[in-house]
């Protein structure tokens, strides 16, 4: 079998399905016109991104361009992850326990998910993988957050009031953490954070932009 043993290949289609699945999802309820490809508009994702998945630059990904770039994701958390236990692992016993991985006790408790007081690659990976989509689902935010700035900062200063936000004054104060009568870039951070109200706001002034589906392609 051109040296890929049955196990692996068993555990590639086991891996393949999932992944296959998800991006069925993510197409059937973005596909608009039913052309079984999404348009920039429709995967609401940057422009520089939607151009690295678009691989023969027609303006439209299909299932087999997203699966590309889903397997290149996997293929960025391993390395990542091996050059982390190579980094780290000064016994050479192949794991991390959390002296060598130099994390917090609850952020190590996170990672170990057997709970054997070790994290090896497969943990790593896990981990490298989470905190890849977090960082798109953040940087997603960052962007409406600063299209919601531009659109409702109707005097320039960079935050917005209840009027400016268009929201009841009783919704305002749960984001308006300082209670200073104005929400800056950081309150709505935290507020989309806890997904609140801010992220339906959000959602309506950009509603293709969904930061919850980056992670099935970035």
């Known amino acids: 079998m ?3 043993s049955a196990g692996n290949l068993l555990l590639g289609l086991s891996q393949a399905r999932p992944i296959e699945q998800k991006l069925n999802r993510l197409i059937n309820k973005k596909d608009n016109n039913g052309d079984n ?3 920039i508009k429709e995967l609401g994702v940057k422009k520089d991104l939607f151009d690295r998945i678009d691989k023969n630059g027609d303006g439209q990904v299909d299932k087999f361009e997203l699966v ?4 290149n994701r996997a293929l960025a958390a391993k390395e990542g992850a091996n050059q982390l236990l190579s980094k780290k692992d000064t016994n050479g016993d192949g794991v991390l326990n ?4 130099g994390v917090p006790e609850k952020a190590f408790n996170r990672i170990d998910k057997n709970s054997d007081g070790q994290v090896g690659i497969g943990e790593l990976n896990i981990d490298v993988r989470n905190k890849i989509a977090a960082n798109n689902r953040a940087q997603a935010v960052n962007e409406r957050i600063s299209h919601l700035l531009s659109k409702k900062d109707s ?6 009031d209840a009027g400016e936000l268009g929201m009841p004054k009783d919704v305002f104060n749960k984001i ?3 209670h200073n009568g104005q929400v800056g870039r950081y309150e709505l951070n935290a507020a989309a954070r806890a997904r609140s109200v801010i992220n339906n ?3 309506d002034i950009l509603p293709n932009r969904e930061p919850s589906k980056l992670d099935a392609v970035a």
Not at 68 to 71: L, N, Y
Not at 98 to 101: A, P, R
Not at 155 to 160: I, K, R, T
């Open 2 to 4: 051109n040296g890929i």
């Open 37 to 39: 490809a999404l348009s």
């Open 68 to 71: 590309i770039a889903a397997h």
């Open 98 to 101: 959390d002296g060598e991985l």
């Open 155 to 160: 005097n320039g200063n960079g935050s917005l």
């Open 176 to 178: 308006d953490k300082d």
């Open 201 to 203: 706001l959000l959602g």
